[in-house]
Nanobody, 128 residues
Framework: QVQLVESGGGLVQAGGSLRLSCAASGGTFSRHAMGWFRQAPGKEREFVATISASGGQTHSADSVKGRFTIFRDNAKNTVYLQMSSLKPEDTAVYYC?????????????????????WGQGTQVTVSS
């Protein structure tokens, strides 16, 4: 059983930056693909970014490409989401998720339904 705890959310002005962290415990972190997803009020949960278990493959949604970067530190059992040039439309609860998988197929890893473990979420609010 993997436990995930997100942190780093908050209120930021448009154009600002935030770094989200997701600390994992209870499993072999380096064998899990990780993903970041977000959910705004009244909307479905959507894919933001994913990283393969080894860290060798990453993929981001078009809406955040060039602004958000996902990376991981397997020695610290932590995955990060560096967000810059934030926009009001980035406002949402951000969730990290884990899947026991060494797949390098980023399309597969971007699918919300494949993830077995989820954190509680962290709120990101971007003011205009």
């Amino acid at each position: 059983q993997v436990q995930l705890v997100e942190s780093g959310g908050g209120l930021v002005q448009a154009g600002g930056s935030l770094r989200l962290s997701c600390a994992a415990s209870g499993g072999t972190f380096s064998r899990h693909a990780m993903g970041w997803f977000r959910q705004a009020p009244g909307k479905e949960r959507e894919f933001v970014a994913t990283i393969s278990a080894s860290g060798g493959q990453t993929h981001s949604a078009d809406s955040v490409k060039g602004r958000f970067t996902i990376f991981r530190d397997n020695a610290k059992n932590t995955v990060y989401l560096q967000m810059s040039s934030l926009k009001p439309e980035d406002t949402a609860v951000y969730y990290c998720a884990a899947r026991l998988s060494t797949s390098l197929n980023v399309w597969y890893l971007s699918q919300v339904q494949i993830y077995d473990y989820w954190g509680q979420g962290t709120q990101v609010t971007v003011s205009s």
